[in-house]
């Protein structure tokens, strides 16, 4: 899985950021971010009910000036909007080879000075009774620490808040998650499943 090495920031006054900060500002949006962040970690994307959570996160994250990568399902590539996606940042996944694309990004991590790669653990815009895993072991495997990205429709606000250290103690670091997720209001609540791993998968 190849990725484009350079600098994981932006300006907040580059082109990008300033047309999304306009966007959001139109919609009635605003963005929060968080200091102290480090140049390598995976970024949670959650709670994941809707499109609309890609679209405004995308938007918020490039106004408070981050340079992500991101994972998709493998189908979503498909032309015509396939090479715009992966221009985007996107990287199609097949989540039928989990492993291999683990240690595809943690050898990425290592390769590079700088990146971010966003992943949406729940991997569905329906309900799902866990999350899947492979983002806890990539930011292990690395030894980055994930930052919580989010979308909130009641606060009509999105970006990053809050840096979780992976401690290796799986449970512990998932509970961290859930004490600041519990306060996010996704676009469609009902949809948005428990946080938990189940069996390490």
């Known amino acids: 899985m190849a990725m ?4 994981s920031f ?3 006054y580059n082109i990008p950021g300033i047309l999304c900060r306009i966007i959001l500002a139109a919609i009635g949006w605003k963005t929060s971010s968080i200091s102290q962040l480090r140049p390598k970690f995976v970024l949670i994307g ?3 009910t809707s499109n609309w959570d890609f679209v405004l996160g995308y938007l918020a994250m490039t106004a408070i000036g981050l340079r992500l990568h991101w994972v998709g399902k493998h189908t979503l590539f498909r032309p015509p909007i396939g ?3 992966k221009w985007m940042g996107g ?3 097949n989540r039928g080879i989990r492993r291999n694309f683990v240690d595809q990004v943690i050898r990425s991590f290592r390769d590079c000075d700088q990146l971010i790669v ?3 653990p ?3 815009r329906k309900k799902t009774d866990r999350w899947k895993s492979g983002f806890y072991y990539i930011a292990r495997g690395a030894q980055v620490p994930l930052v919580l990205g989010f979308v909130d429709y009641a606060q009509k606000s999105a970006g990053i808040g809050k840096i979780v250290e992976v401690t290796g103690d799986m449970e512990k670091d998932l509970e961290e998650m859930r004490e600041f997720y519990i306060k996010v209001v996704p676009r469609h609540p009902e949809k948005f499943g428990e946080i938990r791993i189940i069996n390490g998968k």
């Open 4 to 7: 484009k090495k350079g600098n």
């Open 10 to 12: 932006r300006s907040r």
């Open 46 to 48: 959650a709670p994941h």
């Open 83 to 85: 090479w715009f996606l």
């Open 91 to 93: 990287i199609p996944v």
């Open 118 to 120: 966003a992943i949406a």
């Open 122 to 124: 729940e991997g569905t």
